[in-house]
């Protein structure tokens, strides 16, 4: 049986403050935690209300890894709309995160291999991951994670949905044509010990309907999530 705790919502800001709630709530808890946050769209307002919380609250986030959950293949934090522009826009440059704090996959690298492999051997060193925040694709991805992925795998670079590249252009002023992805695989984020999903807007419909039906199907990775331990999903669609 799902053990997902689904938390009532009133509207996209109010998704936002209980999603940075608990992500606060974990540094709190836990001043060294290691998470992972998706990019995106969604999240935005969530990194609104955690670089607000985390001033109010003067909440200590020195000592926090960061861990990229995924990137598109021949992006970087130079390229306006990739994950890690997105990351370092609205949260780590608002919060002042420190280079070192922040193990983020490059999808420029040569040896696009060797960043899946570099992720590979920190988290196996220091993993599990301590919270992941994680949107829904449209076609309920996770991370770079399509239909169909599998269960087992650790961080790999994965060709993407068509449904992924033409929603992604969203993301970009520039038409990249991106094909691939890097990401963590199903099974990093599935071991974290806590997991936020949040999603937002009637494009999400369809996944978050699969999800709320409650068995796992990975034909619509997000139900996946109904076999967590400890997963809150923070919905307004
Ligand atoms: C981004 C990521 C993706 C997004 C998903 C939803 O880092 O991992 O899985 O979370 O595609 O994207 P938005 O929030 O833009 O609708």
């Not at 705790?5 to 709190?28: F, G, M, N």
């Not at 301590?130 to 309920?140: A, D, H, K, Y």
């Not at 994670?145 to 002023?173: H, M, R, W």
């Amino acid at each position: 049986m799902s053990k997902i705790t689904y938390l009532a919502t009133k509207d996209y800001q109010d998704l936002s403050q209980q999603a940075a709630s608990l992500i606060i709530a974990e540094i709190v808890s836990n001043p060294k935690a290691m998470i992972c946050l998706a990019a995106g769209d969604t999240p935005i307002g969530t990194f609104g209300e955690l670089v607000r919380m985390a001033k109010d609250q003067a909440v200590d986030f020195s000592l926090v890894t960061f861990v990229s959950l995924d990137e598109w293949v021949g992006l970087d934090g130079q390229n306006e709309g990739s994950c890690r522009s997105y990351l370092d826009k609205y949260l780590y440059k608002p919060l002042n995160i420190k280079a070192e704090q922040i193990k983020f996959f490059d999808g420029k690298a040569l040896d696009i291999m060797g960043e899946c492999e570099k992720m590979n051997a920190f988290l196996a060193e220091f993993g599990p991951l301590n919270l992941c925040l994680l949107g829904i694709g449209v076609n309920g991805h996770l991370g770079f994670n399509e239909p169909y992925s599998a269960f087992d795998q650790n961080a790999y670079v994965c060709d993407l949905d068509e449904i992924t590249q033409t929603v992604g252009n969203k993301y970009f002023k520039t038409a990249y044509n991106i094909k691939q992805g890097i990401t963590l695989g199903l099974q990093q984020i599935l071991s974290a010990d806590k997991i936020i999903t949040i999603a937002n807007g009637d494009s999400k419909q369809a996944a978050v309907t699969a999800l709320r039906a409650g068995v796992a199907d990975i034909a619509c990775p997000v139900t996946l999530l109904n076999e967590h331990q400890d997963c809150y999903a923070i919905l307004f669609v």
